[in-house]
């Protein structure tokens, strides 16, 4: 038997007067599962923060945290939020804010140790935060949404201002937590950094909810050609191209597109031209495209 949703969003509307951002959004999130809410600026991903954190009312449908409605004192213990931007007080150290949100969620203080270690910020502790870049108060700002062990992650951006090194750490911590059972929704804009860092992508578009799945799941619908870039030896890419087609790049170098299925085989079909062939790439529709191909297909949806 598969585990309750932390998190459950069933046919939710929010509306801001007569504008809809959000128009019949249903998600959820299972114990140590980790989705990453995809979406352009505007598409609804902060208003789905808000709503689930309880700060906005539903004009339609229903969020539930831990099976409790947002704002109820058993979600809001449940619960953490990163925002894109953290800021706390500047004369306090990382360990004295540690400390003052531990108070506020009655967490043991003798868990900081461990959490400032976790994000790479133990030889920092007694630093005041003035002191800290972008990237250690981001990295402060995850030891503070880890405080009390919370069922739900809700990340906004979480990796902003971060650099490459500190943002493979960043989702190190992110895995672990998702081992130990929270439940994580985190949005960002970098697709490459999620593309294999999270379990589930969920794609909003103009306040609808167009894509859900793995990616996966998400390529096999989408059905997007895959590119097979082929690299000639020299003095035959004019018989490799009048043999297969393509696109000419460099002289001797042919892109060829086909549907998914038929790739494999036009990779081994090139095997056997050993005396054109000199390298063979395969390369398949990644998140991006993927992104691209559901918001694309949202609009035309959505044209009169």
């Known amino acids: 038997m598969s585990a309750q949703p932390i998190l459950t ?18 998600l959820s999130v299972a114990p140590g599962e980790r989705v990453a809410l995809l979406g352009h600026n505007g598409a609804g991903k902060s208003t789905l923060f808000k709503t689930i954190l309880g700060f906005l009312p539903a004009a339609a449908g229903r969020v539930t945290v831990t099976g409790q409605a947002p704002g109820a004192d058993a979600a809001r213990v449940a619960v953490n939020y990163l925002p894109e931007t953290v800021a706390f007080p500047r004369s ?18 003798s ?17 005041p935060v003035g002191s800290y870049s972008k990237g250690m108060r981001q990295r402060l700002g995850l030891a503070q949404a880890l ?54 992508i969920a794609i909003l578009s103009r306040g609808r909810l167009v894509a859900d799945g793995t990616l996966e799941a998400l390529a096999r ?22 043999e297969l087609g393509g696109t ?27 005396e054109l062939v000199s390298d063979v790439d395969l390369h398949r529709p990644g998140l991006s495209d993927l992104y691209r191909h559901y918001s694309d297909l949202s609009a035309e949806e959505s044209r009169p």
């Not at 306090?92 to 203080?109: D, H, I, K, M, N």
């Not at 989702?171 to 970098?190: D, F, Q």
């Not at 619908?221 to 018989?239: C, F, K, M, N, S």
């Open 147 to 200: 405080i009390g062990a919370p069922r739900l992650l809700l990340l906004d951006e979480p990796t902003s201002g971060l650099d490459p090194l500190s943002r493979r750490d960043f989702y190190a911590v992110i895995a672990e937590a998702a081992g130990r059972g929270c439940a994580v929704l985190l949005s960002s804009h970098g697709l490459e950094e999620i593309e294999h860092r999270t379990d589930r």
């Open 248 to 274: 000419r790049f460099n002289g001797c170098r042919l892109d060829l597109s086909c549907p998914p299925d038929q790739a494999l085989p036009m990779v081994a079909r090139l095997a056997g031209l050993p």
């Open 111 to 127: 868990a900081i140790p461990d959490l400032l270690d976790r994000v790479g910020l133990a030889e920092a502790a007694g630093r």
């Open 221 to 242: 619908r989408a059905a997007l050609p895959a590119t097979i870039r082929v690299t000639a030896h020299a003095g035959q890419a004019d018989r490799l191209q009048a």
């Open 9 to 26: 969003v069933d046919g939710l509307g929010v509306r801001y007067g007569r504008l809809r951002a959000l128009d019949g959004v249903s």
């Open 92 to 109: 306090l150290t990382g360990t004295e804010v540690l400390r003052y949100f531990s108070g506020l969620r009655r967490a043991p203080r």
